[in-house]
């Protein structure tokens, strides 16, 4: 690697030292090429198109025209196709290998959904169309609702949020609304939220202005009902369950979870993000649930939604359901429409989520797995999702510590990092050393109950020899912690693109701005 390539980048990477065996001369490895960044590349004269000379000088911009270079490098096709190719080289992806992820895993997307979501029929219409001229696509909205309904059990969903958290401000949204209509906004201002639940679920709540109190958990991982009943009262507007949890395991009390709730005047705000592991076995309807989102990335085979375009629609039961969010698909005699005027029946809705109806291709593709999978389908995912972890969790557990050895777990193998005890390595040493073996690590110290967790996620598309590679390459890992190769965890990667990172830095200091390198040909220009 060059001096120059690590000038201006926002973390500094560890020297390549090469203390592995047989270094390569030019920092790349095998048939990995090693490359500058875009910005420092010798092409400041070159372009890979040609286009005519503008027709207009831009008088018509006024003080708002450029009068300084833009400061991009110019490059050939192979050029730019040969860099986004190494981009990608340097990235781990699901399409290579198992990603672990617990929580808010990834999972192959089979290719006939993108097939179905580049139609152009779906792929090329504009949200201000007008309505009859999309009639297919809001009748794959309207198709989709009933799935989505008819899974859930619940009489009412909206499509428009863009992701979990989205959905999670839409369902608090939702119960806020109705707590306003009935009077009792100003009274109810707390939200329970369970030390398993996920992460954003307290964070969703304080920023629709709620208090957020916490609800203790029980020695086995599940929610502490006692303390529960104890802190339910006339002041609280709702609780926000994570349920399968973010501990791996159902809630074996909920529906007395959802007994209590209801007779104390509070909603029932269910975290829907693990939803691929009961999909086709329970309904959450009965189970109690007033609102409860989706991530169709999870649950249903969509890309995920961190990098968005997401989708994380909302259920809603029949008491909240006059408040849902505007738009929504109805059919009448003359085909479908959308409510979305404070006039029509969408009078009660809170408001809008966002400016249109929604992202139309998840739409596409999360129908076209359902539709692809079937109900009996649908229901195997979940079958196969908790099979494969309580697979993890019994070839592991013999040389990993789990956090809750009681039983199976759901759909995500939990271990705590007991094991690790006395060999001077953390839970991120070895999920670094994971990344030399060729697997992305797994979520790491959450959830925030468990000491040094480590969360593995396997979901339903990985076979049984996938998994089997997977789980040769932690025992192998666990063995060699235990054997005291202390530097094979202390120093990893050692044979990714780049060495460990300094993350709290990189946190806390980001380097957002990119600086020209002394000497670079750009500098001149």
């Not at 340097?90 to 990834?106: E, R, V």
Request: glycine share 10%; hydrophobic share 40%.
């Amino acid at each position: 690697m060059s001096t120059m390539n690590t000038v201006g980048r926002p973390t500094a990477p560890t020297p390549v030292d090469h203390d592995y065996k047989h270094p390569t001369l030019t920092g790349g490895r095998g048939l990995l090429q090693d490359e500058a960044l875009i910005f420092e590349t010798d092409g400041w004269f070159k372009t890979g198109v040609d286009l005519p000379e503008p027709a207009s000088d831009g008088g018509d911009l006024g003080a708002l025209v450029r009068r300084d270079p833009i400061g991009l490098p110019g490059l050939s096709e192979p050029e730019a196709m040969r860099h986004y190719v190494r981009l990608s080289q340097k990235n781990h992806a699901i399409d290579l290998a198992l990603y672990p992820l617990g929580s808010c895993t990834m999972k192959h997307n089979p290719r006939l959904n993108e097939k179905m979501a580049r139609l152009p029929g779906f792929s090329d219409i504009h949200p201000l169309q007008p309505i009859s001229t999309v009639q297919g696509a809001l009748e794959l909205m309207d198709t989709l609702a009933h799935w989505l309904k008819t899974l859930t059990g619940m009489p009412a969903v909206a499509l428009s949020p863009k992701a979990g958290a989205h959905g999670e401000l839409c369902g608090l949204m939702a119960i806020r609304a109705a707590h306003e209509a009935s009077g009792e906004h100003a009274r109810r201002r707390k939200v329970l939220v369970p030390t398993s639940a996920h992460g954003t679920n307290p964070a969703t709540a304080a920023f629709v202005g709620y208090t957020v109190v916490e609800v203790a958990q029980t020695d086995d991982g599940r929610v502490d009902v006692a303390d529960l009943a104890a802190k339910l009262g006339d002041d609280v507007a709702a609780i926000m369950v994570t349920n399968p949890n973010t501990c791996g395991l159902f809630e074996r009390d909920i529906l007395e979870i959802s007994r209590l709730t209801h007779e104390a005047g509070a909603y029932f705000y269910c975290d829907g993000a693990n939803f691929n592991a009961i999909v086709g076995r329970v309904r959450p309807g009965d189970l109690g649930v007033d609102a409860m989102h989706i991530n169709l990335h999870k649950t249903f085979s969509t890309p995920h939604g961190g990098g968005g375009p997401g989708s994380g629609p909302v259920v809603l039961s029949a008491a909240l359901a006059p408040f849902a969010p505007a738009p929504w698909v109805v059919a009448d005699g003359d085909g479908f429409k959308l409510l979305e005027r404070a006039e029509d029946e969408a009078a009660q809705a809170f408001g809008r989520m966002c400016a249109f109806n929604g992202q139309m291709g998840m739409f596409v593709r999360a129908l076209s797995y359902m539709m692809s999978h079937g109900a009996d389908g649908l229901r195997q995912v979940a079958e196969d999702a908790v099979l494969n972890a309580n697979y993890i969790k019994a070839r592991l557990s013999d040389v990993m510590s789990a956090a809750f050895p009681d039983g199976p777990c759901m759909h995500e193998a939990l271990f705590d990092d007991t094991w690790l005890k006395g060999t001077d390595i953390t839970t991120l040493d070895f999920a670094k050393a994971m990344i030399d073996e060729g697997f992305h690590p797994m979520t790491m110290y959450f959830p925030l109950v468990v000491h040094g967790a480590m969360l593995i996620e396997p979901t339903e598309t990985e076979s049984k020899a996938e998994l089997d590679r997977f789980i040769h390459a932690l025992r192998l890992l666990a063995q060699a912690a235990k054997a005291g190769e202390v530097e094979r965890f202390k120093g990893a990667p050692f044979h990714a693109p780049l060495r460990r990172l300094d993350e709290t830095r990189a946190a806390r200091s980001p380097k957002l701005r990119w600086t020209a390198p002394e000497g670079a040909n750009m500098a001149a220009e």
